[in-house]
């Protein structure tokens, strides 16, 4: 088992940058691929960042250029580093950690973009 707790979270000017953190507890979860995923609000979850357990990074096409995904398996992080906010960023976002079938979820954090 894996929990995963999200935090970063907030309101936000289009514009700005906000750092979203996912800090994970369990066995072996530096053998994890982490991610996070968004849902806003009248629409299906959809897919935002991935790092594997080697380090590969890959970002959905809406969010490149402007989001970062990175992990600290030391410290069991995944975290978002999120640059150029704009509305449509607006959602919920789920940390989430996937090994073989096994897949965890979060309860995720909200940010929203708005002047």
């Known amino acids: 088992q894996v929990q995963l707790v999200e935090s970063g979270g907030g309101l936000v000017q289009p514009g700005g940058s906000l750092r979203l953190s996912c800090v994970a507890s369990?066995?072996?979860?530096?053998?994890?691929?982490m991610g996070w995923h968004r849902q806003a609000p009248g629409k299906q979850r959809e897919f935002v960042a991935r790092v594997t357990r080697d380090g590969a990074a890959d970002v959905a096409e809406a969010v490149k250029g402007r989001f970062t995904i990175s992990r600290d398996n030391a410290k069991k992080a995944v975290y978002l580093q999120q640059n150029s906010l704009k509305p449509e960023d607006t959602a919920v976002y789920y940390c989430?950690?996937?090994?073989?079938?096994?897949?965890?979820w979060g309860q995720g954090t909200r940010v929203t973009v708005s002047s």
């Open positions: 989430n950690a996937a090994l073989l079938s096994n897949n965890f």
């Open positions: 369990g066995s072996f979860v530096s053998l994890y691929d």
